[in-house]
């Protein structure tokens, strides 16, 4: 009697397939409102550049091309995930492939493909996204450039690596996990004076280049924003933020394969000649615990540590299958899978179970009702085709640009301090439009501050979206004619 031989890259495939289809379907019966983020890079691909106020431009490049084929609708922008995400998979069973096999390269691409978070973010866009994508295709050329010295393997990294740094800044982390580990491999120590690792930097570095350039060219605008986002200027030394930021990794690459994955920090000395473990362990802890360590100064928000759960994925389902403990690994994946359908039904679960919602009990409140707000506001500017829009906040002024289409188009920041703190008030300059006359929308009804810098103010409507019974999206509509300038 011949035995049974699983063919786990089928299974893989297969896999892949059937939870991106649901996936996709779900995308399309939920279709999402962007969140203000996601609103802000629509608007960056308006306006090709090789960097943005807060960001490196690979996101709005990508939003460009599928704007391009498919539309500008929330659903045709947000695919791009659905694409992405399957790629940057395929990525890691390779990795895992070649440096273990066919099993241990199943498990863990579907423990990366269901970890919580690629499972929310699969119905948003955001720099996470890409930047996965060439952290993931870096990892592999490079060890392919390690294992063959073949120079198209080199170039290869150096590209992805490039393209890494357009996506997100901290991609950077990556060349530092590389030089450690060459420092450590005795396999591999030679590579530090290798001429092909030089190469693949400077390739990286002539990609990353135009990005550099637009910095210098706008005082290094991306820079600044990165130290104030991390307000290490501010007091120092959180240890409440820290445990907050590391509880959160549970809900990032899930309960049971962060457990596993802390598990594997006391493994680190057994297992310090396998030469396999240790680079996983690099390319995972190294950018936890740059990010636990920022959390710790100041602040860092759950998602700043995604880079980390690559290697994560590959680093657990490497000594798992290894220890031959498959069982815990299929543990893991079927409660992410659980979570997945936890979090694409909350709606429907609520409903089902007679819950209603509130503005504590909903994590999806900000990315509601902003489709309904922006119809009226667009019908509000089509009526008046010799006004502009305006707002004092980056939040309404994103959303609606998007959602009063193509009416917001030429939209303004209210910003007489002339403070750079966002895209718009960059790119803004309100006193080249002096005796033009605006639509405002204000979250607040008092706008004296505002009124002051024109010649008249009137009070036109409120709008109030409501979301829940204690929480409504509310907007205060004036025209504001004859602006006076700063």
Known sequence: MTSYRL???????????????????????????????????????QNFDFGYYSKPPMVAWFISIFEYLFGDSTVAIKSISLFVYPVSTFFIFLIAKELADEKTAFYSSILFFTMPAVSLSSLIISTDLVLLLFWSGALFWFIKALET??????????????????????????????????????????????????????????????????????NFVSFLHLQEISQVEKELFHLDKMFEFLGAQFGVFGVVSFVLLLFLVFKIRENFKDETFVMLFIFTFLFLCVITTQAFLSRAFANWAA??????????????????????????IGLN??????IYHFDDLTKIAEIEQTRKSDPFRRIRGWDQAGLQIAQILQNNPDKILLASDRDVLSEMIYYAR???????????????????????????????NFVFV??????????????????IQKINIKIHKDYSLEFYIYYLDGFKGY
Do not use: C, H
Not at 23 to 30: E, G, P
Not at 151 to 179: Q, T
């Open 149 to 218: 010295d073949k120079i198209y393997f080199w170039i290869l990294a150096g590209i992805f690596g490039g393209f890494g740094l357009l996506s997100k800044y901290n991609m950077i982390i990556f060349v530092v996990a590389v030089l450690i580990y060459l420092i450590y491999s005795q396999k591999y120590a030679k590579v530090l004076k290798n001429k092909n690792l030089f190469i693949t930097m400077l390739v990286a570095v002539l990609i990353f280049s135009p990005n550099l350039i637009w910095n210098y060219q706008n």
């Open 307 to 332: 880079p980390s759960y690559v290697g994560a994925s590959i680093l657990v389902g490497y000594y798992f299958i290894k220890s031959d403990k498959s069982k815990i690994l299929k543990i893991a």
């Open 7 to 45: 063919n786990y890259t089928y299974l893989f495939i297969a896999s892949l397939i059937l939870i991106t289809s649901y996936r996709a379907i779900m995308l399309y019966s939920i279709n999402p409102n962007f969140y203000v983020d996601e609103a802000q890079y629509w608007i960056w691909s």
């Open 442 to 459: 204000g979250k607040t009804q008092n706008i004296e501050g505002v009124a002051n810098y024109f010649s008249s103010s009137k009070f």
């Open 337 to 342: 899978l659980f979570l997945m359908l936890l």
């Open 406 to 436: 193509p009416y917001a188009k030429n939209a303004e920041i209210f910003n007489p301090s002339k403070k750079v703190q966002n895209y718009f008030e960059q790119i803004g300059d309100m006193n080249k439009l002096i005796g033009k």
